[in-house]
């Protein structure tokens, strides 16, 4: 059973347009992430949510709009896509507090044309 | 906020050879520090972690040592296997669930 599902897998679009990616978790866990992976490799937090609240909030342009709408599912809507946005975008999930692991998703790779 | 240096950046050792991963760490608050490896295509993947209160944790082949002082800490891989090779991150947990990471190790195990 995949324990951090995000959908799609790949998203081809042109610049300007909007698109939303999906994250679901079944390890019962009650904060989830999503980071932004370059090309670089680097790996970056960009939001965190606890039991549907955002605690984490890196700078990200307003164009990133997470929303959570229970503890399993965090989606990420971006708006007026720019080529900067291409990259990797990782989901994780946790249980909140210290000393807890987080448990990635396989990504989804954005591709701007 | 925390900041987490990784070195080196890319490392190729030969098989059955050792390998040392060292990171960096800032904020004296950070209390945990997970290991993970990341294969080409795919996620991260939790390899080991360490508390800070342990200084030195072991698992087979890999190992992880912590010095609260110096703020740094280790990955040690033995008997490497070309299926090591991947790209390896540290990463430090500070403010209870923010995670930062390192830019990452680019392991190479040659047969």
């Known amino acids: 059973d995949t324990a951090v599902s995000q959908t799609p897998k790949y998203l081809v679009t042109q610049m300007g347009n909007d698109k939303s990616i999906k994250c679901e978790q079944n390890?019962?866990?009650?904060?989830m992430y999503w980071y932004k992976q370059d090309s670089k490799k680097f790996l970056k937090i960009m939001f965190s949510y606890n039991n549907k609240e955002l605690i984490i909030n890196e700078t990200v342009p307003n164009r990133f709009s997470p929303k959570s709408p229970d503890k399993a599912h965090l989606n990420l809507h971006i708006n007026s896509l720019e080529l900067g946005d291409s990259a990797v975008y990782f989901c994780?999930?946790?249980?909140?507090?210290?000393?807890?692991?987080?448990?990635f998703g396989d990504g989804t790779r954005l591709s701007i044309l | 906020g925390e900041n987490v240096e990784q070195h080196p950046s890319t490392l190729s050792v030969q098989e059955g050879d050792s390998a040392v991963i060292k990171c960096t760490y800032s904020d004296s608050a950070s209390n945990y520090f997970p290991w993970y490896k990341q294969e080409l295509g795919k996620r991260p993947q939790l390899i080991i972690d360490?508390?800070?209160?342990?200084g030195e944790k072991k698992d087979q082949r890999i190992a992880v040592t912590l010095n609260k002082t110096a703020k740094h800490f280790s990955l040690h891989i033995t008997e490497t296997q070309p299926e090591d090779s991947a790209v390896y991150f540290c990463a430090a947990i500070y403010n209870n669930n923010d995670m930062r990471f390192g830019a990452g190790t680019r392991l190479t195990v040659k047969p």
């Open positions: 390890l019962g866990h009650d904060t």
């Open positions: 994780a999930s946790s249980q909140f507090g210290p000393n807890q692991p987080q448990h």
């Open positions: 360490i508390r800070s209160n342990v």
